[in-house]
């Protein structure tokens, strides 16, 4: 997990929110979840949710079969905030949202038939002990499935670094060739890697169409001018590294082997 424990401020969670819905901080929201987690089988499983976020991912989760998912996320805010939103839910026997800190998972081995990951991992510095625990929680069979933010070979442009900037979170990105290699590392086979970055490209355009469109009262009463000029400014600098393709979303599929 993340050393930052607390850098998504209220602002961004609001902002988030807007643009992809209620209990959701990363793109896509309820439909992303359902494609990365669409050729799976949740039927009756137990799933990990690392970096849960508001628990808005479980709650799809739920909806594709799972019997119960536990949603685990290193930032105070955030995990409680989940926690309160799952309460009201009526779902809390069904969803459990943790706050763990950073390393090991605090689990025994085999505890899950599924470990899922949407958008969170991108900010875990040490993607061998990860995955490494990953697959050391889950059963013998058991399938990853994630959706992630890679980089472009090479250095950062000066492009990325303003879009760090402008984030003011902590990104440990890796190419999509060495997120699998990190995976198969681990021990994991049937490896599937696709990168999305076109899709969300023109996504991300989209978004910061509404933003200065549809959403600019909402963000100008929410956050005042500062907060929406920022956050504008922020989005314009994503869509600028999702051009030149130094951002580039994957999505990511393993299994744990049945002899593991």
């Not at 987690?37 to 628990?55: P, Q, S």
Request: proline share 5%.
């Amino acid at each position: 997990m993340t050393d930052a424990h607390e850098e998504y401020d209220d602002r961004m969670l609001t902002l988030l929110q807007m643009i992809w819905g209620e209990g959701y901080l990363s793109p896509g929201g309820p439909q992303a979840v359902r494609e990365i987690a669409g050729g799976l089988d949740l039927t009756g499983k137990r799933v990990l949710d690392i970096g849960c976020g508001l628990g808005g991912l479980d709650q799809v989760l739920l909806t594709l079969g799972a019997a119960h998912v536990t949603g685990i996320d290193v930032a105070p805010l955030i995990a409680k905030l989940g926690q309160d939103r799952i309460r009201r839910s009526g779902l809390a026997n069904r969803i459990d949202i943790q706050l763990v800190e950073p390393g090991p998972l605090p689990f025994a081995d085999a505890s899950f038939d599924v470990v899922f990951g949407k958008d969170a991992w991108l900010h875990i510095p040490d993607k061998d002990a990860h995955f490494a625990e990953v697959y050391r929680v889950l059963k013998p069979g058991g399938r990853l499935a994630a959706g992630d933010w890679m980089k472009a070979p090479g250095p950062y442009g000066p492009d990325m670094a303003y879009f760090f900037k402008m984030e003011g979170l902590t990104y440990h990105l890796v190419t999509l060739a060495a997120y699998g290699q990190h995976i198969h590392g681990a021990g994991f086979t049937d490896i599937r890697l696709t990168d999305i970055t076109e899709r969300y490209r023109a996504d991300a355009h989209e978004e910061l169409a509404r933003m200065k469109g549809e959403l600019a009262e909402m963000m100008l009463a929410e956050m005042g001018e500062e907060g929406s000029a920022h956050f504008l400014e922020d989005w314009r600098s994503l869509t600028v590294v999702l051009d030149k393709g130094e951002l580039r979303p994957a999505q990511v599929w393993a299994r744990k082997p049945l002899a593991g």
